[in-house]
């Protein structure tokens, strides 16, 4: 998985997989959309390996019917946690069959409606429990074939793990029956259903690899699967494994609580980084794409035991995303990511305590320090060595779970490193080894130049403008002349107008966005300059120079709006939005402003993705543009799935709480909210 943002996991462990092992199960399950409803019916095979009197399956909140083992009627209790089955079991294989139905609360999201013809259902297991939707395994130890049935309205694509083995169709309903081969995590179980089209490539090893896009982003679709297929090539041949699924698909979806997450052979992610070529500068879903695709291999096929062995799955996943961006973006690019992590790294070690071999660890440690952990290792023992017992590892612990002494096994096998210590340092300590770290940067050119640049800090403009110079001009990497940018952000502005020029002229995207966002005030003799930011290839830099321009210069607004009134940006909407808030704050720019307000205020509704509301209702609620309908988005905010978005719905009403007349029309608006609404909306008021 990927987190858009920091959060904590949590997990669980069980003990049943030493009595029974559950084998395969086939679930044919039907979705209600309007009653946001599932049922299905159930068939496991397990075997039970000792004498036991109950088995547990996972199940929240489902009720059950027409329970029946090896085909006859059998004692169970609903715990609303678990479905337990009471027999004494013996040694041998057993069938169980069941129905059951649930309207689950979380893991089942269903987005959009079909009345507005952009329905979305779509599942998010890890974090949050299959169980919710599927009666499963919350521990990952206890590995199924999973096939599921899924019976849905013909009009929309339905998508699971595995191969799509048959479609039949009865009075318009279409049933898909996906298969998988081979055995996983119940967190990796998924299933998708929405208006989707795809894009088949096949890979050079031969699995078809599916790339669904909605059919309105055909346009968008080469941009946001850009090099797809050449990072899975890559990540085959770096692994040294066969990837180890039969098909691959990778499906956004909208309003997604994460930036991707790996499910087995089909892997979702968010709608965000559906980008046309030019939000592909800002925003593109490589490092997504290849850090999902890592995880089929680290995660779907060895999957971390417990969460103390996490990195096993985030730090692999996260080091194999670079190494594959390292093959299409370059060496400093590679290490210009590993630079910046180090700096967070380095930062975080000075109050967070926990180190990464910990179920408490944090995001940045388990991804980025594990990433880091596997780099150093990989220098240590040499690529050679490294790739045998990554591949050795694999192989060894394939539809397994691992631990890390599992990985260090394989490494000690192939060579006589000092695995022990080295885990000591890297995954024990919360300290960070910086001298180590500076040491394996350094062998890049680049990031000794990056080093310099850092230590010139200290130094005063006059003293390192030469060298300053020196660098916009040369061929060196862009985060470099970035972090010379960044260094300029304080100056008087005449003292460093030449390195800005300087900066600008570099006609690099990021520098200049660099540049744009580190001058809020702009003096009338660097307007020329800076407008020209408005042109660039980038929606994050035309958002800045934008709002810049027109907050520095009001003699110039109506030119910089007729000049980008038919700017839309990213999928959402970040430069109409913006558009629309300043061309109604602006009292001279002849157009319909309440036409304008109305649009604004369409686009906080739910009729919009939750990035695009919390766009609209920032700049509505700054531009003081509110009105009842505002406060009704705003208040529908707090019940979103995303916590993102639902925390800023309520920090934003507290806010406005604190004003009475506000509190006032909050109180009035109340008969017209729905009853989750009112709920969200009473507890604020209280
Ligand atoms: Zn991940």
């Known amino acids: 998985m ?23 199960v086939l679930g044919k399950i039907a979705i209600n959309a309007t009653a946001k409803s599932i049922s299905g019916d159930v068939n496991y095979d397990f075997e039970v390996l000792k004498p036991i009197d109950t088995i547990k399956i996972d199940a929240q909140n489902m009720e059950f019917s027409d329970l029946k083992l090896n085909g006859n009627p059998i004692n169970y209790r609903n715990t609303n946690k678990e479905l337990q089955i009471i027999f004494p079991f013996k040694k041998g294989n057993n069938q169980l069959t069941f129905h059951y139905q649930a309207k689950p609360k979380q893991t089942l999201y269903f987005v959009g409606s079909a009345a507005a013809d952009d329905l979305q259902i ?19 130890n206890e590995k199924v074939v999973f096939s599921l049935e899924i ?44 208006k989707f089209e795809k894009n088949v490539q096949k890979s050079k090893s031969g699995i078809p690899l599916e790339m669904y896009f909605e059919p309105k982003d055909t346009d968008k679709l080469e941009p946001t699967y850009r090099y797809s297929k050449r ?9 040294g494994m066969k990837y180890p699924w039969k098909i691959y698909k990778q499906n956004p979806v909208r309003d997604f609580l994460y930036a991707g997450m790996e499910n087995t ?16 500068e800002d925003r593109n879903y490589i ?41 299409i973006f370059g060496e400093d690019y590679f290490y210009s990511k590993l630079y910046e992590s180090a700096q967070q790294i380095k930062y975080a ?10 179920e408490k660890a944090s995001s940045l440690s388990f991804y980025q320090k594990g990433a880091w952990t596997l780099f150093a290792l990989h220098e240590a023992i040499g690529d050679k060595a490294f790739k045998k017992a990554v591949r050795n590892y694999l192989k060894k612990n394939a539809f397994k779970t691992v631990t890390t002494q599992d990985f260090w096994d394989e490494i000690n096998r192939v060579s006589d490193f000092d695995t022990n210590n080295f885990s000591k340092v890297w995954l024990e300590s919360s300290v960070a080894d910086s001298q180590e770290i500076n040491k394996l940067l350094n062998k890049n050119k680049a990031m000794k130049l990056l080093f310099e640049v850092e230590q010139a800090k200290k130094k005063t403009l006059a003293e390192k403008e030469e060298f300053f110079v020196e660098i916009l001009k040369s061929k060196a990497y862009s985060a470099i002349k970035e972090a010379v940018v960044g260094q300029l952000k304080n100056e008087k502005f005449e003292a460093k107008k030449q390195l800005l020029e300087l900066a600008l002229e570099t006609k690099n995207i990021q520098v200049r966005q660099a540049v744009a966002a580190s001058l809020s005030k702009i003096p009338e003799d660097f307007r020329l300059q800076y407008e020209s930011l408005l042109d660039d290839r980038s929606y994050q830099t035309q958002e800045i120079a ?56 369409q686009y906080s509704s739910p009729a919009f993705e939750a990035i695009t509301r919390q766009n609209a209702l920032e700049k509505l609620v700054s531009f003081k543009l509110i009105d009842d309908d505002v406060l009704k988005n705003l208040v529908n905010a707090t019940t979103h799935h995303m916590w993102q978005f639902s925390k800023y719905g309520r920090d934003t009403i507290r806010t406005l709480l604190k004003n009475k007349e506000w509190r006032t029309s909050f109180e009035r608006i109340m008969p017209d909210l729905n009853e989750k609404e009112q709920f969200q909306l009473n507890r604020l008021l209280n």
Do not use: C
């Open 546 to 601: 934008l709002y810049n321009l027109w907050n520095n210069f009001p003699e110039f607004r109506i030119d910089y709006l007729d000049r980008s009134k038919d700017w839309i940006g990213f999928n959402d909407f970040n430069l109409k939005t913006l558009w629309l808030s300043l061309s109604i704050s602006t009292p001279n720019y002849t157009v319909d402003k309440e036409k304008l307000i109305k649009e604004l205020v």
């Open 151 to 194: 019976a849905f309205d013909k009009d929309y694509q339905v998508i699971s793990n595995g191969i799509l083995k048959a479609k039949s169709e009865i009075n318009g309903i279409l049933t898909w029956s996906y298969k998988m081969q081979k055995p996983m995590s119940s967190y990796l179980l998924m299933l998708a259903i929405g």
């Open 287 to 327: 490092n997504v794409n290849a850090h999902e695709l890592a995880h089929q291999w680290f995660g779907d096929l060895v999957t971390a035991q417990s969460g103390k062995h996490h990195w096993l799955q985030e730090g692999f996943a996260t080091y194999y995303a670079l190494l594959a961006e390292r093959e």
């Open 265 to 280: 052979s089909a892997t979702l992610f968010s709608s965000r980084y559906v980008v046309d070529s030019i939000g592909f």
């Open 122 to 140: 779509w599942t998010q297991g890890q974090g949050k429990y299959s169980s919710h939707w599927f009666p499963s395994f919350d521990d990952v």
């Open 349 to 358: 070690s000075r109050t967070d305590t926990i180190p990464v071999l910990n």
């Open 231 to 239: 990072m899975f090539d890559f990540l085959e041949k770096e692994i």
């Open 2 to 24: 990927k987190y858009l943002f920091l959060l904590i996991s949590s997990f669980t462990f069980a003990q049943q997989t030493q009595f029974v092992d559950f084998k395969s």
